[in-house]
């Protein structure tokens, strides 16, 4: 790969980072309970790429999304992680921002796991590395060895993200407004119930069409 195939993938990379989703919700709400919290979240979710990653480079990844219904198993999983975690959200933000560390619930805790889970049951992640990533692997020889390349400027790419994230969250001070951290934890809680719900909805659409 030259230096201009780079460039193209790192604005593809960029982009694809760059459009709200998920971990984008995940990693602000943790941003505002702490950075150590904020990094396990930022960890998990890395975690989560890697996975992706090493299935791109074994090749399952193609075959995954070539299996029939296999894409919308994908789908049904991710929304049902993602409307579950939505609810939780929106449970918490009643007690958001109390002086009491235990007065949050369970979902401050395990920000590693919500972050992993997350993201290996995320379809945009799964669809980036079988749709997106192949376009920049090319032909000819050393194929494994410039996706394993690729993948691993995907997971360093994202871990980069989501540091800088972290750093300006904190940096405008949402962690210090009980008010501020109610807010996103709301929202967030909204947005994770909308995005898992709209998973649902395009997913029964491909699969039983347009209701007459």
Request: charged residues 10%; contains cysteine.
């Amino acid at each position: 790969m030259g230096a201009d195939s780079w460039t193209a993938f790192a604005l593809a990379l960029l982009v694809a980072l760059a459009v709200p989703g998920p971990d984008l919700v995940l990693v602000v709400h943790s941003a505002t309970r702490g950075v150590r919290e904020a990094a396990s979240t930022a960890v998990g979710i890395v975690s989560g790429l890697t996975l992706h990653a090493l299935l791109a480079v074994a090749g399952a990844t193609a075959l995954l999304v070539s299996a029939p219904g296999a894409l919308s198993v994908v789908q049904l999983i991710g929304a049902g992680v993602l409307l579950w975690m939505g609810a939780s959200m929106l449970r918490t933000s009643r007690s958001a921002g109390n002086d009491d560390p235990g007065a949050t619930g369970p979902l401050v805790r395990g920000g590693y796991a919500r972050g992993f889970v997350t993201n290996a049951t995320n379809p945009k992640a799964l669809l980036f590395f079988a749709a997106i990533l192949p376009q920049f692997i090319g032909k000819g020889g050393g194929v494994g060895v410039r996706t394993a390349a690729l993948c691993g400027a995907v997971v360093l790419g994202a871990g980069l993200w989501w540091a800088a994230t972290i750093a300006l969250v904190r940096l405008l001070g949402f962690h210090r407004s009980p008010v501020a951290d109610r807010i996103i934890t709301l929202l967030g809680g909204v947005a994770l119930l909308v995005i898992g719900a709209g998973l649902v909805a395009g997913t029964v659409y491909t699969l039983v069409g347009p209701v007459a």
